[in-house]
C-alpha cells in the first residue's frame, strides 16, 4: 500500500472512517502502546486492534519505536508520526458516508475525552473556556469565520511550541495538559435554546469561548 506523504490526499480521510483507528491513533498521538494495550484500552478485540494499526503504520500515520519480547512473542510498539490534520481539499473529495464514519467516531472520542477531563476537575480553573454559540450566517461570513478557526488553531500550535521550549528550559516544571476542541458546523435550525449568557460558565466559573471543525 502506498504511503500517505499528502496531507490532502483523500485516502487520509479514508484511512480514519473506521471508529477504531480513530481512537487508535488518537490513544497513540498522547503516548506509545502496543495493539495488546490498546486492545485492553479500548475494549476491543486483539486481532482487530492489531490489524487496523497495521493500517495506519503501512499509511505512515504510525511509526514503530520499539520492539520487547513478551509471553514467548514479540510486542511491537507504536506512537503516532504526527498530529493529523486533514485539509479542506482532502474533506471535500471523500463520500459522505465516510465523512459520516468519520464524524461520529470523531465525536464520540471528544465527548469521552471532555467528560473525562471535567469530572477530574478540568473545568475548574477561572480561564477555562465552555461555551456553544449559535451564529446566522451568509457564504461570506462563513468562510470569513472558517479561516478564523483554522488561524486560531494554527496559532494553538505555535502556543504549544514556544511552551514546550520553556518547558525544557524549566526540565518540564510547571507542565500542564490542555485540551482543545473546536467545531464549525451547519446547524439545525430549532435545535437546543442557546445558552442564557449568564450561564455561559456552566461549572465552576468556567467561561466560553469557541467552537470549529479542526
Same mark, same amino acid.
Given at each position: ?69 513478551? /509471553? ?10 504526527? /498530529? ?51 451564529? /446566522? ?17 494554527? /496559532? ?59
Amino acid at each position: 500500500m502506498k504511503s500517505i506523504n499528502d496531507i490532502n490526499d483523500p485516502r487520509l480521510v479514508k484511512a480514519l472512517a473506521h471508529p477504531l483507528r480513530v481512537r487508535i491513533l488518537g490513544v497513540l498521538q498522547d503516548r506509545v502502546a502496543s495493539p495488546s494495550d490498546l486492545a485492553e484500552e479500548l475494549k476491543a478485540p486483539l486481532g482487530n486492534v492489531s490489524y487496523h494499526v497495521r493500517i495506519l503504520a503501512q499509511l505512515d500515520l504510525l511509526k514503530l519505536v520499539r520492539k520487547r519480547p513478551r /509471553r514467548g512473542a514479540i510486542e511491537h510498539y507504536y506512537e503516532a508520526r504526527s /498530529r493529523v490534520r486533514v485539509s479542506d481539499r482532502a474533506w471535500g473529495q471523500v463520500p459522505k458516508i465516510v465523512k459520516d464514519a468519520m464524524v461520529d467516531a470523531t465525536l464520540d472520542q471528544v465527548s469521552a475525552y471532555v467528560e473525562q477531563s471535567a469530572s477530574s476537575g478540568g473545568f475548574e480553573r477561572a480561564d477555562a473556556h465552555l461555551m456553544r454559540q449559535p451564529l /446566522r450566517l451568509d457564504d461570506e461570513g462563513w468562510q470569513e469565520l472558517s479561516k478564523e478557526v483554522a488561524g486560531l488553531l494554527e /496559532r494553538a500550535n505555535e502556543i504549544e511550541a514556544e511552551a514546550a521550549q520553556r518547558l525544557n528550559k524549566a526540565d518540564h516544571d510547571g507542565e500542564l495538559e490542555a485540551g482543545l476542541v473546536m467545531m464549525l458546523f451547519e446547524a439545525l435550525p430549532g435545535g437546543v435554546p442557546p445558552v442564557p449568557a449568564d450561564a455561559s460558565g456552566a461549572k465552576d466559573g468556567a467561561r466560553g469561548k469557541t467552537a470549529a471543525r479542526g
